[in-house]
Structure formats: C-alpha cells, structure tokens
DNA sequence: GGTGAAATTCTCTTCCT
DNA sequence: AGGAAGAGAATTTCACC
C-alpha cells in the first residue's frame, strides 16, 4: 500500500470505467503494471467490489430514515433476521442509547411503519426510535 | 423504467465489470440493446456513476461513528462547511431531536475527537452527541 | 515490480428490421 | 427499440528487464 496505491484508489472511486491506460497514465506506470496493482488490491481485498451508484428517489425510494433500536438482551446475533428486511441498508451495533442503529430507504412514510413494525418482531427488541431525513447534504466516498 | 432496466440495475450492482455481452443474455437482449439501456439510465441519471467499494478499515479508517449535531439556528447553509470536513462521509437534515446528522471515519478515537472540535466550529452549532459503531452487520446495496 | 507488444475480447457505432 | 456486424479500443498475457 503506496501512494500509488492510494492514487489509483481514488481515480477508480470516482470514476470506475476508466481505462487502464488513463489510469496508468495518470499515477506514471504503464497500463499492464496499472492493471496488476489493481488486480492485487482486489485480491487483497481492499477494493471490494466494483458497482454502480444509483438515485434511490428514482427508483421509488424516496424517504430515507436511521433507526435506533433498543434491546434487552444481547443482540450479537440479530444480524441474519435483520438482513431479511430488505428496506434496511446498514445495520450497526452501537455504544450509546440503544444497541442498533439502522439505515432504512423506503417509498414512503407508510412503509417506513411497515419496517419498524418488521424490527419490531425481531427478538430482544425492546423499542425503536426513527429519525427521518428531511435533506441529504451529501453522500460520497472518502478521499 | 420497466423491470429490464430493474434487473440491469441489480446485476450492474452487484458487478459492474460485466460485459454487455453477458448482462445482454441475463436479460434476455442483444450486446448492444443492453448497452444502449444502461447508456440511457445513465444519462437520465438514474445511474449516478460507476464506483468502487472500498474496504475502509485496510486504508487505515478503522472508527465508523454518527454524530447528531445540535443548532441554535437554521443550519440548511452549513453543507459547505460540513463537506470542507474530510472525514464526514454523510450529512443529513434530520426531523428530530438534533438539526443534523453526520457519518463519520476516523483512524481512531483521538481523530474522531479531533473532528468534533471542527464541526463544533461550524457556525450555529451548539452540541454533538457521538455515537460509537461497535460492530458493522452489513452496508449494502438495496435490491 | 515494471515495460512493451501481441493476442484476445469487448465496446460502441452504423445500418437494417 | 432491438438485432447484426465490423472497426476501433481495451483487457490480459507473456517474454524480457
């Protein structure tokens, strides 16, 4: 993990359908030594997977809440039936208040109910508090 | 926008080194029927950009924390300031207890104190409440 | 590790249906 | 809008440094 490394992460992040030659170009290596520092970071797994970014509004999602979700017991092992609620996005053990914290997209304010009432089924949950977005200022990658 | 461009979406998601070839017979087109799909999605931005997901604990951001920051007056102009920020990732106008919500990496607890000093310094903040990711089930793409 | 070039595969335009 | 085909560009491999 060099500068170029790092350089090469941050021209894919912004832009993943450059070619090898553009970005060999641009960090001063040819483009078979470009594509061999890329192929290693993703064997290494740094780089993760290469995706699309797409508008969620577009595509029907248009609210966008975080859930704190609060537990009685232990809830390590939530995970499995947390990931079967298709409308969450992220979900995090916390140090704090309560014990989870979710990120939900759903269509509307009616189906955001529609998924807490699903957390809610999940055992150890104890209580939930939404938190609505009203503006996304930004979303991005770090550089 | 009908179930063709949905399942491109999806496949595009889930690997968007693909070729057009192969997302073409996953669909049921010709090469340069999907190619020409996926041009249009992108150009009615629907498809933002093609990225990469980056693993951010091996570039060295190994704290994942939320801050809910609270202001005395409207802070809709405080973007600018906030995204001058490097390691806020996100930035939302909630409806809520707080005025704002941030998504924050830091390589430890002393840089994530370090970025609390700065918000603070951001014009009508009056407090922040961090919030501390223990542990991280999942972030993902939504199907 | 990196280079340069060859071989293969993909992209993307054009024309036709 | 989709299909077929060809020119041009990109990926990927390989011998050599």
Request: net charge negative.
């Given at each position: 993990m060099d500068d170029i490394d790092r350089?090469?992460?941050?021209?894919?992040q912004e832009d993943a359908t450059q070619s090898y030659a553009?970005?060999?170009?641009?960090?001063?290596?040819s483009s078979g030594a470009a594509h061999e520092r890329v192929r290693k970071l993703r064997e290494r797994g740094v780089i993760r997977r290469t995706t699309i970014e797409v508008d969620q509004a577009a595509l029907g999602r248009a609210v966008t809440a975080y859930v704190l979700v609060e537990g009685s017991t232990w809830m390590g092992d939530s995970a499995g039936r947390l990931s079967a609620i298709?409308?969450?996005e992220e979900a995090h053990v916390i140090a704090g208040p309560a014990s989870v914290l979710l990120k939900v997209?759903?269509?509307?304010?009616?189906?955001?109910?529609?998924?807490?009432?699903?957390?809610?089924?999940?055992?150890?949950?104890?209580?939930?508090?939404a938190v609505v977005v009203?503006?996304?200022f930004f979303e991005r990658t770090l550089k």
């Open positions: 350089m090469l992460i941050d021209l894919l553009v970005l060999g170009r641009a960090v001063g290596l298709p409308e969450i997209r759903t269509a509307g304010t009616r189906e955001l109910q529609d998924v807490l009432r699903r957390v809610f089924e999940v055992d150890g949950v104890t209580g939930t508090q009203l503006e996304t």
